[in-house]
């Protein structure tokens, strides 16, 4: 990693950017899940990943929509 005279000028800017950070945390998100996954092994990551949003979708309870128009009377071929 290289450190550039940029990455002083910006070092007083600090305080603001983590306030800036916090700020903006606080205003998108009620519900925080930190999950820490290993990436060493792509085909676990991708599981892993894979499994959590499985989990979280499931967990919302979300049902389709019921359909408005009925495809067989519609005369809509399929």
Known sequence: MEI????YAERKY???YTL???DALSKTS???????IP???KWFRNLAVA???VEELESMGMK???PKVDIEESGVNI
């Open 4 to 7: 550039s005279e940029a990455d």
């Open 14 to 16: 600090w305080d603001d």
């Open 20 to 22: 800036a950070y916090e």
């Open 30 to 36: 009620t519900r925080t899940r930190v999950v820490f």
């Open 39 to 41: 990436s060493n092994h």
């Open 51 to 53: 499994k959590i949003v």
């Open 64 to 66: 389709l929509p019921e």
